[in-house]
């Protein structure tokens, strides 16, 4: 059998700990996989002055998948996070994290099995933070249409495939009215191309009541970034925790394959290690390379060794990191052994969906005001009533009406956002005009334009109005 290349990120912490017991397994099961290492993580920084080089992205790209092992990154401050980085270059749209009960492993459920599939690239994780003043920082959380669609194509496509019978699609568009109601709608506009399955959609909090008490009652969940990025470590932990938590960043050309966990410093470089949740990862990556029967033959050498009561300590077992890598090796079935264990050898693999329309509706829309951020360092900032053609509705402090009415017995800060509306027929020159006029008092840091289609305003009314 020809063999396929793919690259192999060792990372940091942990990463070529777990990383080398991999590599033996895959060979024990005489894996057609040759691996092109590629570096990334705090070992690269000195050499390249950033966490991922350029030729490690050129070799994913190159080999169209990537088992990559966790990388650290520091917090509030420092290199972007490369695992960020990488979605973000090759367009990973979706990240999906199977949480399925092992054998072995006693959790407080032994009947999960659930994936995620977490729109991987948009959200909060666009990173577009600024602060605004000293005391106000905002992110901007950006939800588009083709996003959400690619998301949710890829969950229905995934769901047939694998022969699931649900999708939920999981939000709070009662409260984010316009972003996760945008991501709500394109889950319904697509939905309604798949009617042999179940489509449903609930509120993340709720879902998160649910979970931890009937996990069995879903099916597929298809999330937002950042909901995606919670409940899927709150789902790892229904079966067991990070050290079996597996996952796949996929895109059209390409996917990484990684454990949900990061580089665990305290236990790096010790042999305490559990690279169960990258073996996982790693048999993700097989099934996608369509090399099932090798992916069942590891999944089975896998699940014996823990029935076994083989577990790193994590788990609540003594083994080391080698221990229990030797062990699965040991547990190695022959091929038609593993073939035997299941029915699914021949599903189909890398699932291909089509890039989504573009839409160029908004033609239609049309300014009907805008919302300005400003700078106040002595209370509520006097303001005009009527600035050009725009006229002041309404001003909020931190997202509370404070103008005009009475004044809440709020906690004030210094960034004030004033709603101004226009009577009459206005265009994006009216703005230009309406800021020179802006009070310089005041000074602005963020504008936002409102527009409306029709009747219907593209924007969400403020608190109060
Ligand atoms: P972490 O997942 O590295 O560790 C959390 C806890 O779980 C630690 O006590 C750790 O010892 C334990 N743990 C994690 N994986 C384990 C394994 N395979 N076997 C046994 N125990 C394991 O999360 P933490 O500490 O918040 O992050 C450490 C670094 O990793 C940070 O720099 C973070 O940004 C980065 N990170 C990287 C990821 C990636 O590259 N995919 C994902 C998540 C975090």
């Known amino acids: 059998m020809t063999k396929q290349t793919v690259t192999l990120i060792k990372g940091d912490g942990i990463g070529p700990e777990i990383s080398i017991a991999v ?9 057609p996989v040759l691996w092109e290492e590629a570096e990334a993580g705090l070992n690269c920084i000195e050499r390249y002055g950033n966490g991922l080089p350029q030729e490690t992205l050129d070799s994913i790209v190159r080999n169209g998948a990537a088992l990559k092992a966790p990388t650290t990154t520091p917090i509030g401050g420092g290199h972007k996070s490369i695992n960020v980085t990488i979605r973000k270059s090759l367009d990973l749209f979706a990240n999906v994290r199977p949480s399925k009960s092992l054998p072995g492993i006693s959790t407080r459920f032994d009947n999960v099995d659930l994936i995620i ?10 990173g577009i933070e600024h602060q605004q003043t000293p005391d106000v920082a905002q992110c901007l959380r950006l939800i588009t249409r083709p996003g959400s669609l690619n998301a949710a194509r890829y969950a229905f496509e995934m769901a047939r495939v694998a022969g699931r ?4 699609c999981v939000h709070k568009a009662n409260i984010q009215k316009m972003t996760d109601g945008l991501f709500l709608r394109s889950f319904r506009e697509v939905a309604v191309e798949y009617p042999d399955i179940e489509a ?3 509120l993340i909090d709720n879902l998160c009541m649910q979970l931890v008490s009937r996990p069995e009652q879903f099916d597929v969940l298809l999330l937002p970034n950042l909901f995606g990025d919670i409940v899927s470590d709150l789902c790892a932990g229904l079966v067991g925790g990070l050290g079996v938590a597996p996952g796949g960043n996929i895109g059209r050309n390409a996917a990484v394959f990684e454990a949900v966990h990061g580089s665990a410093p305290d236990i790096a470089g010790k042999g305490l290690a559990n690279p169960t949740a990258f073996l996982l990862s790693g048999i993700q990556m097989l099934s996608y390379l369509g090399l099932n029967s090798y992916a069942l033959r590891i ?12 577990k790193t300590r994590d788990l609540g077992g003594n083994s080391s990191t080698q221990q229990f890598t030797e062990a699965v090796i040991k547990n ?3 091929l038609p052994q593993a073939l035997e264990a299941s029915q699914d050898v021949e599903k189909p693999a890398r699932i291909i969906i089509p890039v989504p329309e573009s839409h160029f509706r908004n033609a239609e829309w049309e300014i009907v005001g805008i919302d300005v951020f400003t700078r106040s360092d002595n209370g509520l900032p006097e303001l005009p009533e009527k600035i050009g053609k725009f006229r002041l509705t309404t001003l909020s402090n931190r997202g509370t ?4 009415g009475p004044k809440p ?53 403020m608190q109060g109005e």
Request: net charge negative; with cysteine; proline share 5%.
């Open 23 to 31: 590599q033996q397994i895959f060979a024990a099961a005489e894996t």
């Open 299 to 310: 999944q089975y050498a896998l699940e014996k060794t823990l029935k076994a009561g083989i």
């Open 165 to 168: 019978r649900k999708v939920t």
């Open 409 to 461: 017995d709020i906690l004030m800060v210094d960034c004030y956002t004033s709603r101004w509306i226009a009577d009459t027929a206005v265009e994006h020159n009216d703005i230009a005009n309406f800021l020179r006029e802006f009070p310089a008092a005041y000074p602005w840091t963020h504008i936002e334009v409102l527009y409306r289609e029709g009747d219907t305003p593209m924007y969400s009314k």
């Open 200 to 202: 449903s959609d609930i």
């Open 401 to 404: 009406k404070v103008y005009p």
């Open 332 to 334: 190695m079935p022959h």
């Open 117 to 126: 599939v977490r729109e991987n690239v948009e959200d909060t994780y666009g």
